[in-house]
């Protein structure tokens, strides 16, 4: 069992449409949850960062972690076809190495 | 703030030649960098963690001789891919962490082409 598992997709949406993107992990150690939207060809870039359960809402991202089921998710209000990236979710203990998902391509169409 | 450098964006160098690729911490002291590589279409794949001021700890698979890190200062790493060859072309990307309050930032990643 991988210790992060996240649909490849792709995941194709109309514009304006709500997107929910998500991840399960197994290792309950796992404190700190991040999510990254890579565009082709570029580093991958820190959207949301999260280490306890609950909501975090930073304009049209809002990301969701519930330690009890080992679920984490992050929605896309309003999307865009600018949105149109790969969105990986990673977690880790601490200062240790990231452990990533495999990544959901994200297909907004106008 | 927490920005990571990376330099060049992209090469392209001569089968057999060596290339060396820089990741600078710019606004923040970084004791450890982490160096991935990544395939089209795949997920980042972590090659090794960069020590400042000791050496690299390897992952599983990944050659040590082939791919040197050098963690001279806590703003600079750097990941020299020696004799490279075609199959080493792939997308390089090196990342630190400011502040255990903050996520990891990466760097805007290198593309090797190997001829």
């Known amino acids: 069992q991988k210790e992060v598992e996240q649909d490849p997709g792709p995941l194709s949406v109309p514009e304006g449409a709500i997107v929910s993107l998500n991840c399960t992990y197994s290792?309950?150690?796992?404190?700190?949850f991040m999510w990254y939207r890579q565009y082709s060809r570029k580093g991958p870039e820190l959207l949301m960062y999260t280490y306890s359960s609950g909501n975090k809402e930073d304009g049209r991202f809002t990301a969701q972690v519930d330690k009890s089921s080992k679920y984490i998710s992050l929605f896309i209000r309003d999307s865009q076809p600018s949105d149109s990236a790969t969105y990986l979710c990673?977690?880790?203990?601490?200062?240790?190495?990231?452990?990533f998902g495999t990544g959901t391509r994200l297909l907004v169409s106008p | 703030g927490a920005v990571v450098s990376q330099h060049p964006s992209w090469v392209i160098c001569k089968s057999g030649t060596s290339v060396k690729i820089e990741c600078r911490s710019l606004?923040?002291?970084?004791?450890?960098m982490f160096w991935y590589r990544q395939f089209p279409k795949q997920s980042l794949m972590l090659m090794a963690t960069s020590n400042e001021g000791s050496k690299a700890t390897y992952e599983q698979g990944v050659e040590k001789d082939k791919f040197l890190i050098n963690h001279a200062s806590l703003t600079l790493s750097t990941l020299t891919v020696t004799s490279a060859h075609p199959e080493d072309s792939s997308f390089y990307i090196c990342?630190?962490?400011?502040?255990?309050?903050?996520?990891?930032?990466f760097g805007s990643g290198t593309r090797l082409t190997v001829v």
């Open positions: 990342s630190a962490r400011a502040d255990i309050h903050y996520g990891y930032t």
């Open positions: 606004d923040f002291q970084a004791t450890t």
């Open positions: 990673a977690v880790n203990t601490g200062f240790q190495k990231l452990v």
């Open positions: 290792n309950s150690a796992f404190q700190y």
